[in-house]
């Protein structure tokens, strides 16, 4: 069966998906990137959807599951990249996606889950942003 | 309103189908020049109703047709399934409202995402979806 690769990027995961994806393909990604977060000790995933050309309620439901599941095991999901087109459409469609933390591109997310880190590490009472 | 074309009905099985949906959607949907944003609309559209199908219908068949009323051209998709139907179309068109696993804006969504919508259907009679996107 397929899969989709991810990638450790320091203390980050890089995940890219370019395919339109079915739901076998979803699900193995949810269970690939659980088992990493914690095997890698990552503190953050980043999804790149740059390459999808639509994000249906399917899709939207995939990305806020992996964001509720890594916030459990310590690490932030940051989806990145999404087409204009899309958001115009998901937020049509009803779906704006409130528990899943967006960044116009790569870089901008690991900045993200950086500052979050130094934050963190700078101030141990104020952890729980 | 006059057909100017017809796809060979595809069917809905699986979710890879609702992939190839999507695929022949754009396809169409490009063909009559809909701008980027109206055929993302129009894919997600069909893609959400193709799901529904599947998830609630037991699979059915979709067409792709190219319509034309006066100048304007349109993409027009119906979504048929046998399933069990719908006893209350009024409340599946609310959002958040599901009698499966999922988020509850298939449909609902899908009519804010075409411009035309319409849906028949009764407890045991199965249902068909039309939604119409226009240039």
């Known amino acids: ?129 | 309103m006059e057909t100017l074309t017809t796809e060979r009905p595809m069917r809905v099985d699986n979710s890879e189908d609702v992939v190839r949906v999507r695929q022949e959607v754009r396809k169409r949907a490009a063909e009559i020049g809909l701008s980027l944003v109206d055929q993302t609309k129009i894919v997600t559209a069909a893609s959400e109703l193709a799901r529904n199908m599947l998830d609630y219908g037991g699979g059915g068949i979709v067409t792709i047709e190219i319509v034309r009323n006066l100048s304007r051209r349109g993409v027009r998709l119906a979504f048929i399934d046998e399933g069990p139907g719908i006893a209350d179309i009024d409340r599946a068109l609310e959002d958040g409202v599901t009698t499966g696993g999922g988020l509850g804006l298939g449909l609902g969504g899908a009519k804010r995402l075409s411009n035309e919508f319409v849906i028949e259907s009764a407890a045991g009679r199965g249902t068909k979806v039309v939604i119409t996107r226009w240039k």
Do not use: W
């Not at chain 1, 739901?23 to 095997?39: C, F, G, H, P, W």
């Not at chain 1, 439901?61 to 599941?69: K, Q």
């Open chain 1, 1 to 129: 069966m397929d899969r989709i690769p991810i990638l450790k990027l320091g203390y980050a995961l890089l995940v890219t998906i370019q395919v339109d994806m079915h739901d076998r393909l979803a699900l193995a990604l949810e269970e690939d990137l659980t088992a990493k977060i914690v095997s890698a000790g990552a503190r953050g995933v980043l999804i790149d959807i740059s390459g999808l050309e639509i994000v249906d309620s399917f899709i939207g439901r995939m990305l806020d599951n992996i964001a509720a599941v890594s916030r459990m095991l310590d690490a932030d999901t940051v989806v990145v990249g999404m087409r204009p087109a899309v958001a115009i459409t998901l937020v049509e469609l009803g779906l704006s996606l409130t528990g899943v933390k967006t960044a116009l591109n790569v870089e901008r997310g690991m900045q993200l889950i950086h500052g979050r880190l130094i934050g963190v590490e700078a101030d141990d009472g104020d952890a729980d942003d």
